[in-house]
């Protein structure tokens, strides 16, 4: 079965500072890994997602997230934080093939708060 | 629609009551799912259906939840005999294309279920 882990349920950062919200994952061969974002009484919105090619992917806001293999890791980055970024990061991963290849595992979640 | 919707937003019941929770994908979207997020967890993965079948209700928790898409369109997600546990806000997600496809979840902004 896969698995998400967000090590951080919060994590704080000045405005124009970069960010970096971190994901680890486990799941049977290879993985589509995926953020998405929830704002208050918002539903969830993609992000981005890795499927396959280069490390780094880029998305929506600015957002970029990097595959790392040998870490099991996909860690969302931004290179400037702005205040209207704050809200709740979910990581999600599923297989590309096989058991449970339709469902999504979502991590707990961590909320970004960029003070001005 | 413009996103998927959901209705109603809240519901509040009685322990023991019946309660059926409506999803409305985007249109033309094949495949819809349902998941239910708890406070403070990521959502969790109850059911996907491709079309009107159901392809994998593998997370539906036991025999008192069931879900239809009797047209292939619009869901419903049926609980019985509700327990303070159900608790929970369910969302419900849309996406392109066939099983396995790689693309993005849209997801409505859920129904939020109170059992008292």
């Known amino acids: 079965a896969q698995s998400v882990a967000q090590p951080e349920d919060q994590v704080n950062v000045a405005e124009g500072n970069p960010l970096t919200v971190k994901c680890t994952y486990s799941?049977?061969?290879?993985?589509?890994l995926f953020w998405y974002v929830q704002y208050p009484n918002r539903g969830l919105q993609f992000l981005l997602k890795?499927?396959?090619?280069?490390?780094l992917v880029k998305g929506s806001y600015g957002f970029e997230a990097e595959f790392n293999k040998s870490q099991t890791s996909f860690h969302l980055k931004k290179p400037s934080a702005l205040v209207s970024d704050s809200a709740l990061y979910f990581c999600?991963?599923?297989?590309?093939?096989?058991?449970?290849?339709?469902?999504?595992?979502f991590g707990k979640g961590t909320k970004l708060s960029v003070i001005p | 629609g413009a996103g998927v919707s959901q209705t109603p937003s809240n519901k509040v019941t009685e322990k023991g009551k019946y309660v059926e929770l409506r999803c409305d994908p985007i249109s033309g979207h094949t495949a819809l799912y349902w998941y239910r997020q708890s406070l403070g967890q990521g959502p969790e993965f109850l059911i996907y259906?491709?079309?009107?079948?159901?392809?994998?209700d593998s997370g539906l928790p036991n025999d008192r939840f069931f879900a239809v898409r009797p047209e292939g369109s619009v869901s419903t997600l049926k609980i019985q005999r509700t327990e303070r546990g159900d608790s929970a806000v369910y969302l419900c997600a849309s996406s392109l294309g066939e099983a396995g496809n790689t693309g993005e979840l849209f997801f409505g902004e859920g129904s939020r279920l109170t059992v008292l």
């Open positions: 999600a991963v599923r297989p590309y093939s096989g058991a449970g290849s339709y469902q999504l595992t």
């Open positions: 890795y499927i396959t090619g280069d490390n």
């Open positions: 799941v049977s061969g290879n993985p589509y």
């Open positions: 259906f491709q079309g009107t079948g159901a392809a994998d």
